[in-house]
Structure formats: C-alpha cells, structure tokens
C-alpha cells in the first residue's frame, strides 16, 4: 500500500518563483493537512483540509494556498517564494483517529 | 490558546539506562499522540492515547496519558542504540477537527 506519497523529494527554488507540492493519499481519508517542519520548532500547520472541496487556514498561512478537488490529491501552492519558506514539508491525511505522513519535501528557496 | 511543552528538548544517554520524557499541554483535550522522527525520515506513529490514565507499551517504550494534569509520559526501559531518534508528542484539537498541536520534539541519542 503506498499510503501518502509527495512530490518531489526536493527542489531548489529560486526566490520569486512559483512551485506546486503535490501530495497524494490512497486511503480514502477525509481529513488531510499540511506541516511545515523546522529546526527546533517542531511541526506547523500551514492549511488543512477537512473533507474534498473545504479547507481552512492554519497556524502559518501565509504565502501558501491550497485546493481540494477531490479525496486523494491535497496540492500545496507557493505562488511567490521566498528564503524564509525554506524548510521541509510533510503532507498528512488522517482517519480521524490519528494522521499518517508522507515521505516529506525538502524545499530550498534562494 | 493551546501550547505543547515537552522536555527535555535534548537527551543523551546511555544504553541500559530509563528515562522519561514529558509532554505538558495547556488545554483540555483527551487526546495525545506519540511520534518517532529518525533524521531525514517522515514521522511515524507511535501511540495513540485516548482517555485518562491510558497506558500503552511497545517494546521498552511505555506511554501514559493524565488528562487532569495535563500531562503525557513517554518512559524508555533499558534503552538501546535503534532508538536514537526524535520523538515528538502532538494533542488533538479535538473541537476543531482533528488538528493537533506539536511539541517542539525530544532528540534522544543513546550511546553504546
């Protein structure tokens, strides 16, 4: 079972630049998020979604969209990037009991 | 607003050794969450805790919930190298739709 699968492992990205993280589940969940991960900071909720075709803002939204269109595919949009987005990023679905994580993204923005 | 406090942030030790690690959350919820984090990995799930005064053991890792307190224990019995790795405790936003609030992580090293 591949569970959650991300897109790409890593990207070099130039400030300014646009980029999608593609982020795909095979559990059926209704339930899907988006973390940012840090150096000493832990996980940071960036936006959630909590059903196909709804999402919600979380702790650190700034910069990042996000959409929904189906069950299984849970997109991450950085229109504009900038350094301070530089970090790795963890796509997780969740079957309301406990959430389940993806392989990561490591995004370099200089 | 919901914090998630775990200490220590940093544990060397030896192997053979017990130890605890804490997870302070300053809000009600009666969900708490463990996770292993090995260096460049994904997280992965290691309890989930679901009332008070759950307890749940996996091998020389035990784990308890005190929802009064506030509180969650991860103890290690008689440690050994395989595991080394970040553990993260994370709390269930549970009015809010299954979101949950991270702890800053624990790196345990533990030296043969």
């Known amino acids: 079972t591949a569970g959650i699968t991300q897109a790409p492992t890593s990207q070099i990205l130039a400030a300014g630049r646009s980029m999608t993280l593609r982020c795909t589940q095979d559990?059926?969940?209704?339930?899907m998020y988006w973390y940012r991960q840090d150096l000493g900071l832990g996980l940071r909720l960036i936006h959630y979604s909590n059903t196909a075709g709804t999402t919600g803002k979380g702790e650190v939204p700034d910069g990042y969209s996000v959409s929904r269109a189906n069950t299984d595919d849970f997109p991450l949009t950085l229109a504009s990037a900038v350094p301070s987005q530089t970090s790795v990023y963890f796509c997780?679905?969740?079957?309301?009991?406990?959430?389940?994580f993806g392989p990561g993204t490591r995004l370099t923005v200089l | 607003e919901l914090k998630v406090e775990q200490n220590p942030l940093f544990l060397s030790m030896q192997e053979g050794k017990n130890y605890t690690i804490y997870c302070n959350y300053s809000?009600?919820?009666?969900?708490l969450y463990w996770y292993r984090q090995d260096p460049g990995k994904s997280l992965e799930s290691l309890f989930v805790l679901l009332s008070n005064g759950a307890v749940k053991q996996e091998g020389r890792l035990m784990a308890s919930l005190d929802t009064k307190a506030r509180l969650s224990t991860l103890h290690i019995t008689a440690a050994v190298h395989d595991l080394s790795a970040t553990y993260f405790c994370?709390?269930?936003?549970?009015?809010?739709?299954?979101?949950?609030?991270w702890g800053a992580g624990t790196k345990l090293i533990i030296k043969p």
């Open positions: 809000t009600t919820s009666d969900r």
């Open positions: 994370a709390v269930d936003m549970s009015w809010s739709n299954y979101q949950l609030i």
């Open positions: 997780a679905s969740s079957d309301s009991r406990e959430q389940f």
């Open positions: 559990m059926r969940h209704n339930a």
